[in-house]
Nanobody, 118 residues
Framework: QVWLVESGGGLVQAGGSLRLSCAAPRSILSTFSGNDFYWYRQAPGKQRESVANSTKDGITDYTDSVKGRFTISRDTRKRTVYLQMNNLKPEDTAVYYC?????????WGQGTQVTVSS
């Protein structure tokens, strides 16, 4: 298990930006570098969905609805993964969760609320 701490959520108007952070402060370098990282979200009344992921080899992928607007990145030195969200839309409103694992998520953060007003 990897302890993950998310931050950066909040209330923003449509068209605005937020950057979510997911820190793994107790992770050793080899664990952080060798893991895949994921961002999921869950809107009220909906199932949790994958938003973005970053493999240990640097490959990134996004769900279609956020392509061109969201960017996942990682800073190994800081043991932190980011989700830069631009041009936010009301439908992006959800609790966002960071997760990590090797090929599949096995450790999860507590979630951070993102609310986009129209």
């Amino acid at each position: 298990q990897v302890w993950l701490v998310e931050s950066g959520g909040g209330l923003v108007q449509a068209g605005g930006s937020l950057r979510l952070s997911c820190a793994a402060p107790r992770s050793i370098l080899s664990t952080f570098s060798g893991n895949d990282f994921y961002w999921y979200r869950q809107a009220p009344g909906k199932q949790r969905e994958s938003v973005a992921n970053s493999t240990k080899d640097g490959i990134t992928d996004y769900t279609d609805s956020v392509k061109g607007r969201f960017t996942i990145s990682r800073d190994t030195r800081k043991r932190t993964v980011y989700l830069q969200m631009n041009n936010l839309k009301p439908e992006d409103t959800a609790v966002y969760y960071c997760a990590t694992g090797r090929a599949t998520p096995t450790s999860w953060g507590q979630g951070t609320q993102v609310t986009v007003s129209s």
